[in-house]
């Protein structure tokens, strides 16, 4: 329950304000119940990630999981993103490449290394594991929009723009594709295209919630 609640601010367009208090009850409830279960200790270390902030505590949680069940490939995936966002590349790099041994058919684990890969700056792994995730499951926009993401750093903006509209139609628009649309259109001189895009996301975030990042 307590992934559920902190999942679903995955996509962007969830507040924060409204997933916070929901997901921390969860989890810590979860801990209450069975303190020795791998996924209540990872639910504790996403919620105290991904919406906390407090990524030593999380990697904590995480670590922990995996402690208590080795063979957690959700527990190595979250591990492997955080560490990625606090910049630790290599050791990112080995939990993903773990996750993905546990668990080679699942395609968030081949979105996430993308995105552990585009991080680090390595564009071809950030291409050859979003191709994997739509191979995996030609719907799951992650996977279109980490190709994107990819396309643009190998230096093809409009194969990029091609995976972010794909990305864009799977996900009923979500904020975080549209916005890095935006920013790819700014990119390569297309200003009104790109102002639309902005102008858009502000009307957007009168009716629902848009990070402030998009």
């Known amino acids: 329950l307590a992934l559920t609640y902190s999942g679903s601010a995955i996509n962007g367009d969830a507040d924060p304000m409204v ?33 906390e902030w407090d990524w030593k505590e999380a990697e904590a949680g995480m670590r922990t999981a995996i402690d208590l069940d080795p063979s957690n490939a ?60 739509i191979l995996l499951d030609p719907r799951f926009w992650i996977g279109h929009i980490m190709l994107g993401i990819a396309l643009d750093d190998a230096g093809q903006p409009e194969r990029a723009l091609e995976a972010l509209d794909e990305a864009a139609r799977l996900s009923n628009s979500n904020s975080k594709v549209i916005s890095m ?31 402030p990042y998009a």
């Open 19 to 51: 997933v916070r208090p929901l997901a921390r009850e969860a989890a810590m409830r979860a801990v209450r119940a069975n303190p020795g279960l791998s996924e209540a200790q990872l639910a504790r270390g996403y919620e105290r990630w991904l919406l």
């Open 74 to 133: 959700t527990a190595f995936r979250m591990l492997g993103h955080v560490l990625s966002q606090a910049g630790r590349h290599d050791e990112a790099e080995a939990a993903t490449r773990r996750a993905r041994e546990l668990d080679s058919t699942d395609p968030i684990v081949a979105g996430l290394s993308s995105q552990v890969a585009s991080q680090a700056r390595h564009v071809d792994q950030a291409l050859e594991h979003a191709r994997r995730a």
């Open 181 to 211: 649309r935006g920013y790819v259109l700014a990119e390569i001189g297309r200003k009104d295209a790109a102002l639309e895009v902005l102008r858009d996301l502000e009307v957007r975030r009168r009716q629902r919630y848009v990070p």
